[in-house]
Structures are given as C-alpha cells and as structure tokens.
C-alpha cells in the first residue's frame, strides 16, 4: 500500500502542476483581456453611467436621481439638492460613523485578520468620500471611481462611483454595452476572485461587524446557496426588465446605503408627506425587506445575503477555481475539529470541495487564523503567502496535501 503511494506521488504532483499551469493560462488570458475591455469602457461608458449616477446637482443635472430607480414609494427630491454651501453636520456624523465604524469592527476581535478589517474599512471609506461633496468642502465626483468592483449603492448620497450589478442591469436595459463594468468585475475575479467580497466590500465589512452579534440559530439548508447563481442568471434578463428589479427588490446594499439614508434624510419630507395619506405598497416592501434584513442578520449570519442572494458573490465565487489567490486546506494536517467551520461567516467546508464549498469561500482567512493545525493557508498560484509555521505532526502545510 505504502509502496503503490510512493509511486503515485510524482504522478499526482505532475498533474496538481499541469493543471496549476494551466489554470494560470486562462487567468492571464482573461486579466488581459478584461484590462482591455476596462479602459475601452473608461472612454466609452463614463457619459453613460455619470447620467445615471445623479444626485442634486452632482453628475449631470437634471436628469432623474438613482435612489428613484430603487422605487422608493415617495418623490423624487434628491434631484433638486444643489451643492456647493458648506455644511458642518454631514462632516461631523459620517466621520463618526467612519470611526465608529472601525471601532466596532476592532474591538475585542479575535477571529478576524486585523488587516482584512482594515482594508474593509478603507473600502467602506472610500467609496463615501462623497461626504466632502455634501458638505461643501470638495466638488467629489459621484463616480470619481468610474465602477466599484463590489456592491456599492449608487442611490448613496456619499458615493463615490458605481454599483457594478447596478450598471450592468441599466446597460442591458438601456442598450449600451458594459465593458468598463465588465472589464473590472472580469480582471478583479481573475486575480482574486472572492477574496472581493472577503476584502473590499463596504456591505461585507457591515456584515461581518454585525455578524459579531448574530445568534446563528437559524441552520439554512446547504442548496439555497444555488439561489445566487439563479439571481445572477435572472440579471441578464434585464433587457426584458422595466425598471432595475434586482436593486428594488432584493439588493440589501441598497437598502442600507441607499433607501434608508434617502427616507432618513433627503427624502424624509416626501416621507412625512406619504405617510400622512397612508403606507404604499413600496413602503411596505421596503420595510419589510429591512425587517428581513435585521432577522437574517440575528438568526441565521450577518453574512446571509452575501451566502444565498448576491449575484456578484456568485460572479466571483466562479473566479474561485482559477484565481491564483486561494486558501489550501489539508487533509493530513486536519485533526477536524470543527473550529472552521464554526467560524466560517460563508458556513463553507473546505474539506467537503463542493462546488458550493469552492464558490462560497470569500478568503477571509478566519479558518487561517483559527486551526492550531495550520491545516489552512492562504497561497497564491500554489506558493505560500507567509513563511510555513510547523503543525503538532512537525511537518509545514507545504508538505502536505491541498484542497482547492
């Protein structure tokens, strides 16, 4: 038995090579081929998508606010705010929200890689620069940033480019090709895949600070993971759509960055003005959506959009097979014990190598952090990220068996 092994052992390293090769291939193939197409899109989509990013007097006025095609269910005053006056009170409550935001997300964490936090909250940050547009200091483009390549509600008063999912809905609706919105969610998935959603999204870093507080009582089964993927699929069927569906009614992004912020604020006198007259039906689905929000949050993770409904994680949960950025699980290390999967906001199983397993990793690198066996590494294109640290067994994770 030991000897059959031994003899296997070049041949499985032989072919672990060839397909590493060749993985390496397509993904050099398609980072090329996305660039292209991203800096196409910049001379040919950025009139396209500023018409559409509108707030007030901010990218092209007069043309109808973005927060309208979330059917807000009230008015539309976002379009008639003209900037330009200095204003303390927006400065002051999102910077404390920038700094509480870090906090919350530092304190007494011990299951988190400090500089994933940190690079989340740069993210979240940067795509709400535009608060020095509202209050006065700087003229801030709302897409200074052409497209994000994570979910980031354009509707936001504070946004500083586009949504993605967002763009790519209008587009298609709208006739235009989207190859700067392409190009970037192309070339982000070739070179990292999901490590996206683990390492830059805004709604992530949100969800992963409430996740803190969730109950996770709520056990959901393992194939409505395949919702996203049919979530995605209906997105390209928007050429048929009237108006952008997925952002009206099921993108919680929205709802936190964009419809909650607009009733709160901007659109709170239409509000008063609505309710007075009695709930709408959009009034009601909103805040439906948000209760659901908040109960998928304590019951089952504060991740659970992201795990069941989110059509770019499952864009970038694809990009997993042949991104070079990976975590490596290892069979010979594993004592399994459990603690990955415990703290896993995906509720992935590495060693399971499913395809939801495979597509539902976001690299985190809680499991990374947690195993005492260093049974989980981070590795790009097969080659650690960090020098190996020995297990209990004295060997590296190097020596051992991986899985995808």
């Not at 530092?106 to 940190?118: A, E, F, G, S």
């Not at 659901?292 to 504060?302: A, I, K, P, T, W």
């Amino acid at each position: 038995m030991a000897g059959s092994i031994a003899k296997a052992r070049p041949e499985v390293i032989a072919a672990s090579l060839t397909a590493s090769k060749t993985r390496m291939g397509v993904t050099v193939a398609l980072a090329a081929s996305a660039a292209s197409l991203l800096v196409f899109g910049l001379f040919k989509n950025m009139d396209f998508i500023r018409s559409t990013a509108t707030y007030g007097n901010f990218d092209v006025p007069g043309t109808e606010s973005w927060v309208m095609k979330l059917s807000p269910g009230i008015s539309d005053l976002a379009s008639s705010i003209v900037y330009g006056n200095f204003h303390i009170v927006p400065l002051i409550f999102i910077g404390t929200l920038f700094i509480l935001m870090l906090a919350a997300s530092l304190y007494k964490n011990t299951i988190d890689l400090v500089p994933r936090m940190l690079t989340l909250w740069s993210m979240f940050a940067l795509s709400r620069l535009g608060v020095f547009r509202v209050s006065g200091i700087c003229p801030v483009s709302r897409t200074t940033f052409g497209s994000f390549n994570f979910l980031n509600c354009q509707a936001c008063e504070m946004a500083t480019g586009a949504c993605p999912i967002g763009m790519m809905q209008w587009s298609l609706m709208k006739g235009e090709f989207p190859a700067l919105v392409l190009g970037v969610v192309v070339l982000s998935g070739a070179l990292l895949g999901r490590a996206v959603c683990g390492w830059m999204c805004p709604f992530g870093f949100l969800s992963d600070v409430l996740d803190r507080i969730s109950q996770k009582r709520l056990h959901l089964p393992a194939w409505l993971g395949y919702a996203k993927f049919l979530v995605l699929a209906f997105l390209f069927t928007a050429f048929l759509w009237p108006s952008a569906l997925f952002c009206t009614y099921l993108c919680q992004s929205g709802t936190v960055f964009g419809i909650t912020p607009y009733y709160l604020t901007t659109g709170l006198p239409a509000l008063k003005l609505a309710l007075q007259g009695g709930m709408t039906n959009m009034l009601y689905y909103h805040l439906f959506f948000g209760l659901l929000l908040v109960l998928g949050v304590v019951l089952v993770s504060g991740r659970w959009f992201c795990r069941y409904l989110c059509p770019l994680g499952a864009t970038y949960g694809l990009f997993n097979y042949i991104s070079p950025l990976k975590v490596l699980h290892s069979d010979a290390a594993c004592n399994h014990c459990g603690q990955c999967s415990k703290l896993c906001p995906m509720d992935v199983k590495k060693e399971n190598g499913s395809f939801l397993d495979v597509t539902g990793c976001i690299k985190c690198g809680r499991c990374v952090k947690a195993c005492k066996m260093n049974a989980r590494s981070f590795s790009w294109s097969g080659g650690p990220l960090a020098f190996p640290k020995k297990n209990k067994t004295g060997k590296s994770h190097l020596q051992m068996q991986n899985k995808l």
